[in-house]
């Protein structure tokens, strides 16, 4: 019973990151493509993908996919519980960003405002992250990324700034601090390549929020052990 409703939780998330990916950035109404996911599947399955279709009907799928592993991954790490749903959540809403972020370059505030409250629920009556270490998050992710973007005008956008602190909000100073080095390597990393493979053309952009998101993950899913193994 408990791996039929993961299951079906994920499948009805991915469902949701597919719907906002398609609807949110484009300004139409969730309701007007909510089949959207199901009719790019179908064609796919069936080889008569329509043209220019291919990309989103893969991106449809690897979704879903990247849905059931996020799902799977918190309830095999945190079992049937709160923490664990809320972890859950959280995977999930940094999985749309990072999808809508690739294919439109931009991190919507509509979902970064629609995620603050309940991340202010989970901190204020779960306690996780605790208040204290959570406030301490936000101000760490937000200042850090804002010098940043300061540091550089044009190299990282403010939705990466205010995203940045929503993840410290979400994990707390200890998950903020190790989902910003993953974030920052994995970034500089991709950035590197970016320049070799294009000669280094140093006026070419690349979405960021997908490396947040990874580093992200990494905090939500396994920062509690990697601490307690870095201080060991």
Known sequence: MTA?????????AGWTVNVMADALPTAQSPASCWRQPWDALSRLLRGK?????RTHAWRTLLVWGAA?????????RFGMSAEALVVAVYAWFFLAVAVIDLEHRRVLNRML???????????????????????AGTALGFGVFLLL??????????????????IG????????????????????????????????????????????????????????????????
């Open 169 to 232: 909000l979400m994990t707390g100073l200890d998950g903020v601090i190790l989902a910003m080095t993953v974030g920052i390597l994995a970034g500089g990393l991709a950035a590197l390549a970016l320049l070799a493979s294009r000669r280094f053309d140093r006026k070419a952009t690349m979405a960021y929020a997908p490396y947040l998101a990874l580093g992200a993950w990494v905090a939500l899913y396994f920062g509690a052990d990697l601490w307690r193994a870095y201080l060991a």
């Open 68 to 76: 059931l592993i996020a799902g799977w991954l918190a309830f095999r």
């Open 49 to 53: 993908l329509l043209p220019g279709d």
């Open 4 to 12: 039929i409703i993961v299951i079906a939780l994920s499948l009805l």
């Open 149 to 166: 973007a300061l540091a550089r005008p044009g190299g990282m956008g403010m939705g990466d700034v205010k995203l940045a602190g929503l």
């Open 113 to 135: 405002l629609a995620a603050l409250p309940f991340a202010l629920a989970a901190s204020l009556l779960l306690h996780n992250p605790p208040p204290l270490s959570a406030a």
